[in-house]
């Protein structure tokens, strides 16, 4: 499985951007998916997470109310929707997925993933 991102760019504090993360090369509706982020000199977090069927949705506690995960089976595409954004979410985002059925604490862990896209920068300036 190949993952794609994109969507990110330079964007003011009380902004939005909406990521996509494209995915070829398997079968994407059985594949659970997540965003996570990395700051410079900060550890790779995670951000937010959908099951495979859509059904159940994550997120860390930093983004709970301002981000929305969702994603479209019929276009093998997962959407990270990030609005009322301040500076302190200034990273390269990361989609990534597995086929595994993680449990609750696992969806949190990097390691659950086993596909990993090339990451997309989102700067907001204040």
């Known amino acids: 499985v190949q993952l794609q991102a994109s969507g990110g760019g330079l964007v003011q504090a009380g902004g939005s951007l909406r990521l996509s993360c494209a995915a070829s090369?398997?079968?994407?509706?059985?594949?659970?998916v997540g965003w996570f982020r990395q700051a410079p000199g900060k550890e790779r977090e995670f951000v937010a997470g959908n099951s495979w069927s859509g059904g159940k949705t994550y997120y860390t506690d930093s983004v709970k109310g301002r981000f929305t995960i969702s994603r479209d089976n019929a276009k093998n595409t997962v959407y990270l929707q990030m609005s009322s954004l301040n500076p302190e979410d200034t990273a390269f985002y990361y989609c990534a997925a597995t086929r595994r059925s993680p449990g609750l604490r696992e969806i949190y862990e990097r390691a659950t993933y086993d596909y990993w896209g090339q990451g997309t920068q989102v700067t907001v300036s204040s």
């Open positions: 090369g398997g079968t994407f509706s059985n594949l659970n």
